[in-house]
């Protein structure tokens, strides 16, 4: 059996690299041939292009990779699909290049798999129309999705959220009720901040600084502070030493959460990250900068009221979000200090994200994802 997967940044070369595991682990057979980041390079069978590195987000990035996405689709994907060299296709996220994919396959008859839905219920809904008429099945990562393809004649079920298994994991080894263990605020105590600006080099460029700016406002209110800036693997350390040096920060580079899992409160970017800090139970303000135009654009096309995941699921504000001129040091530490220092307030954010958690349902999403796609190809429907 071999499939063609295509993952675009750097949380959809992750998803695809755990969902490969766990096809192999019930397919030993299985050769893959991927598009993606260094994960998916690491357990494909042939790899094509890291697309991760060409760092392509926003609303004009695609444009200014016009040509090189363009060359990528005709030159290494289209006459493949054409030869039916492919038994399947599992696209991950990244909808502006992977429906390009979606429909060739589809015309060629190879069943086509969307895991990670592109996020239809908060902005051009119409997209739902083209999947319906090109992927065989959506495997979704929020309950409500699955309601919303089905209700548009999608097939689609609902896997459970890869960050669910990922807390799971960080958690595992911590002793039971750790979490309750932190002190209500930390008063004269060690503070542990972590740092999150987010995965690719223009969030990098424009969040740390900011955040590194609050974080010396916050020290003058909680001079204890022990913070951690986390990198991504694919931003190479020097991108992120040159805001760093002479300040008292660390770099970590974990490849799980479980150093994440021991922090007392975040600066995070919007994005998978917030919403693995709020699974986590831990406080935070979540901030996000993007290009006037990507902003200006978005602010016609979203239609929800948050931008950031936590308060998106909830329906309400569980955790501070400041975006373009909000999202200054100053009001970034006043939104944390708020927190900090109020007990009532930080148990009251850490009750909201226990219930954010329960909803998300139980772990083993790539598990699940990996058993759909088997049974659909060992088992197809017949029209």
């Known amino acids: ?213 609050a974080l010396e406002l916050l020290r003058k209110r909680f001079p204890k502070i022990e913070a951690t800036v986390f990198a991504v693997d694919w931003i190479p350390d020097e991108d992120y030493l040159a805001a760093l040096e002479g300040r008292p920060v660390r770099l970590s580079r974990e490849q799980d959460l479980r150093e994440r899992a021991g922090l007392d409160f975040c600066l995070t970017a919007s994005g998978t990250a917030a919403l693995e800090i709020a699974l986590l139970r831990i406080p935070q303000v979540v901030i996000y900068q993007a290009s006037w135009l990507t902003y200006w654009v978005a602010r016609l096309l979203i239609r929800v009221d948050y931008i950031s995941m936590p308060n998106i699921l909830s329906g309400k504000m569980i955790v501070p979000e400041l975006i373009q001129g909000e999202a200054s040091p100053a009001r970034v530490a006043e939104e944390a200090e708020k927190i900090l220092s109020d007990p009532l307030r930080l148990e009251s954010a850490r009750s909201e994200l226990i219930e954010l958690r329960k909803s998300l349902g139980k772990p083993g999403a790539y598990s699940r994802a990996a058993d759909v796609v088997l049974d659909s190809l060992r088992n197809p429907v017949r029209p």
């Open 1 to 213: 059996m071999k499939i063609l997967i295509s993952a675009g940044d750097y949380s959809a070369d992750l998803h695809g690299e755990s969902l490969v595991r766990e096809l192999r682990a019930r397919a030993p057979d299985l050769s893959v041939t991927a598009l993606g980041g260094g994960r998916l390079r690491g357990v494909a069978d042939e790899f094509l292009r890291d697309m991760v590195r060409m760092d392509i987000s926003g609303f004009s990035q695609p444009f200014k990779q016009f040509f090189s996405l363009k060359s990528i689709l005709q030159k290494m994907i289209f006459p493949r699909l054409a030869s039916r060299e492919f038994d399947a296709v599992i696209l991950i996220d990244y909808y502006g290049f992977n429906i390009h994919i979606a429909r060739k396959a589809r015309a060629f008859g190879i069943p086509v798999f969307y895991f990670v839905s592109p996020q239809v219920w908060a902005s051009r809904g119409w997209r739902i129309q083209e999947l319906k008429r090109a992927v065989t099945k959506m495997l979704v990562i929020f309950p409500f999705e699955e309601e919303l393809y089905r209700g548009h004649g999608v097939p689609a079920e609902f896997v459970g959220h890869p960050a669910v298994d990922a807390v799971e994991r960080a958690e595992s080894g911590r002793p039971a009720g750790a979490e309750r263990d932190r002190p209500a605020a930390p008063g004269d105590g060690v503070l542990k901040l972590g740092i999150l600006p987010g995965s690719r080099h223009r969030e990098l460029a424009r969040h740390l600084p900011i955040m590194l700016k």
